[in-house]
């Protein structure tokens, strides 16, 4: 069975997709507005890891609403659950069995309820699975640490392929570039360049 997994370059999602392996034949599938070449990023963490990736084209006025929500709010969680929403269901547009991300059990944002996951189940006729949903952040990273090969830094500094760095670029765009220190908050990200021992 194939299962497209919603896929950044990042520790989650790369676990996901090993966690997934046993039992799927994975397609790694970035989301990309087109705005930046940041998804170029995750097709090198793809091939590292083995894995066939491609992209999928988003509707860049969810991009537009999105940073105008962040922007309004001063915070980009509303926003980046709403990209999320759509970058699933164009995922679960694929020709696909089931559709995958790396969300974990602890994270705020994004994260898909269960009513969510039933919804996209029905009306796409897939099936959503959450490999990471229940693990925690330490879990996955003691996981992490003896698997992969990770790169983290400030979100700045680390390019991945996850939405996050194109809404940042459309942010700057639209609301001038302090926006981007206001609504962001400062973390970490994670770029994954291969598995450890290989």
């Known amino acids: 069975m194939e299962l497209a997994l919603l896929y950044s370059g990042g ?5 996901a997709a090993l966690l997934l392996d046993e039992f799927y034949e994975i ?3 970035t989301a990309t507005f087109g705005i930046t070449d940041d998804w170029q990023h995750a097709r090198s963490a793809a091939e590292a890891l083995g894995f066939p990736f491609e992209t999928v084209d988003l509707d860049p006025e969810v991009a537009k ?3 105008d929500r962040m922007a309004d709010d001063g915070f980009p969680r509303n926003g980046i659950q709403e990209v999320h929403d759509h970058a699933l269901e164009s995922v679960a547009a694929l020709d696909v069995a089931a559709i995958a991300d790396g969300t974990r059990r602890d994270d705020r944002v994004p994260n898909v309820s269960r009513a969510s996951a039933q919804s996209i189940e029905d009306r796409r006729g897939v099936d959503y699975i959450a490999p990471l949903s229940g693990f925690g952040r330490h879990a996955v990273d003691r996981l992490v ?4 090969e990770v790169e983290v830094g400030p979100s700045e500094e680390i390019q991945k392929a996850d939405y996050e760095d194109e809404l940042r ?3 700057a765009d639209r609301h001038g570039p302090e926006a ?3 609504v962001f908050p400062d973390h970490e990200q994670t770029y ?3 598995r450890r021992g290989q």
């Open 169 to 171: 670029t459309l942010l």
């Open 180 to 182: 981007v220190a206001e």
């Open 145 to 148: 640490e003896t698997t992969f």
């Open 27 to 29: 397609r790694l599938v």
């Open 11 to 15: 520790k989650d999602s790369s676990l």
């Open 65 to 67: 609403a999105a940073v």
């Open 192 to 194: 994954v360049h291969g």
